[in-house]
């Protein structure tokens, strides 16, 4: 079964540090466009960042300089190292997969089911 | 960065009723765009992808259209389990960008 499983969320104090982890299966992460999504609470999505088959990376320009997306192949598994963080990173974090359309993205097919994190004192 | 802006941002619609849903973007994206489905405490499904694909096991009442900077989704006939929220995302250039996502309600 194609099956992303995010981890790793939590209560972490402003200026505090989280690695969120999407465990997947059914699949190769290294193959495919892999991105992390957020959705604050009563807020829409917005996308994060993303990592392509070849590892070239990409950034909102909100987390640029404080998040770094990676992944380790041996274990299939997608991480984002999130540093400094702030209030307004309190969100519900999504890994998904992208496997690409023609040469470029596609859309995002497969989601995790989240992992929270709370930014707060 | 491209700003995606759906509209109406929400509607009350009947069961049955044909329901359409745009998408403008601040720029030409050509045919990168994706719709996806988000119920309440869940993550969102993909729909249609490249503007107008159908995504395996998603019923055919769902279509998309258009291309450059106004694009569409279209519900033919709506069901009771199509109440959500919808939202475009663009993937034309990084960074990439959704909507501010369109919530379809029950009339």
């Known amino acids: 079964e194609v099956q992303l499983v995010e981890s790793g969320g939590g209560l972490i104090q402003p200026g505090g540090s989280l690695r969120l982890s999407c465990a997947a299966s059914?699949?190769?992460?290294?193959?495919?466009?892999m991105s992390w999504v957020r959705q604050a609470p009563g807020k829409g999505l917005e996308w994060v960042s993303v990592?392509?088959?070849?590892?070239?990376?990409?950034?909102a320009d909100s987390v640029k300089g404080r998040f770094t997306i990676s992944r380790d192949n041996s274990k299939n598994t997608l991480f984002l190292q999130m540093n400094s963080l702030r209030a307004e990173d309190t969100a519900v974090y999504y890994c998904?997969?992208?496997?690409?359309?023609?040469f470029g993205y596609g859309g995002m097919d497969v989601w995790g089911q989240g992992t929270t994190v709370t930014v707060s004192s | 960065d491209i700003q995606m802006t759906q509209s109406p941002s929400s509607l009350s619609a009947s069961v049955g009723d044909r329901v359409t849903i745009t998408c403008r973007a601040s720029?030409?994206?050509?045919?990168?765009l994706n719709w996806y489905q988000q119920k309440p405490g869940k993550a969102p499904k993909l729909l249609i992808y490249?503007?107008?694909n159908l995504q395996s096991g998603v019923p055919s009442r769902f279509s998309g259209s258009g291309s450059g900077t106004d694009l569409t989704l279209t519900i033919s006939s709506l069901q009771p389990e199509d109440f959500a929220t919808y939202y475009c995302?663009?993937?034309?250039?990084?960074?990439?960008?959704f909507g501010q996502g369109t919530k379809v309600e029950i009339k």
């Open positions: 998904a997969r992208d496997p690409g359309y023609r």
């Open positions: 059914g699949f190769t992460v290294s193959s495919n466009y």
């Open positions: 990592i392509y088959s070849g590892g070239t990376t990409y950034y």
């Open positions: 720029r030409s994206i050509s045919s990168n």
């Open positions: 490249a503007a107008s």
């Open positions: 995302q663009q993937s034309s250039n990084t960074p990439l960008t």
